[in-house]
């Protein structure tokens, strides 16, 4: 059992508003990334925060942002949604945030933009 | 680049045996495996680091070549359970906190 949790389970929003996804670490991981799996394709990285500060960053545009807070949470803030923002996102967390370190992932949120 | 998988799908009887590979461009440090059932987040199978290593527990096992950064999944005698979607997750060498870079998926069906 990873011990990595994601709320909420299911989302809806419109296109244009702003939404949070929340995740909470495995005790002790220092490291959490997320990832958005559109339908049928694989993760996607987003960013990466360690140790409260953003680390590293995929090809995602600004209006996504996060935060991490010492408590081992999360969030992970998307503003003026597009349609294209439907899918799957999850959050990993791991000990370090390199080196070949074991990623789990949270059960995932799926939002869904209309 | 996101790493090539193949083969894209594959169907088998209970007890067959199947490889996945998992082919990037780029400079490795590490392959890591994952299995993710319709629905549900991905479960983690296994990690190799560079170096050419292999690895494996209970029927499912791996290998990770490092000159052609090439690694694939062996199922043995596979159960139904085993049925999923399998990623392959690469992290690059030389540093720099990039995530995981997944591949497109193997789909896996296991029938009786």
Known sequence: ?114 | QQPVQSPQAVILREGEDAVINCSSSKALYSVHWYRQKHGEAPVFLMILLKGGEQKGHDKISASFNEKKQQSSLYLTASQLSYSGTYFCGTEKAGGGADGLTFGKGTHLIIQP
């Open chain 1, 1 to 114: 059992e990873t011990g990595v949790t994601q709320s909420p389970t299911h989302l809806i929003k419109t296109r244009g508003q702003q939404v949070t996804l929340r995740c909470s670490s495995q005790s002790g991981h220092n490291t959490v990334s997320w990832y958005q799996q559109a339908l049928g394709q694989g993760p996607q990285f987003i960013f990466q925060y360690y140790r409260e500060e953003e680390n590293g960053r995929g090809n995602f545009p600004p209006r996504f942002s996060g935060l991490q807070f010492p408590n081992y949470s999360s969030e992970l803030n998307v503003n003026a949604l597009e349609l294209d923002d439907s899918a799957l996102y999850l959050c990993a967390s791991s000990d370090e945030p390199t080196g070949g370190y074991e990623q789990y992932f949270g059960p995932g949120t799926r939002l869904t933009v209309t």
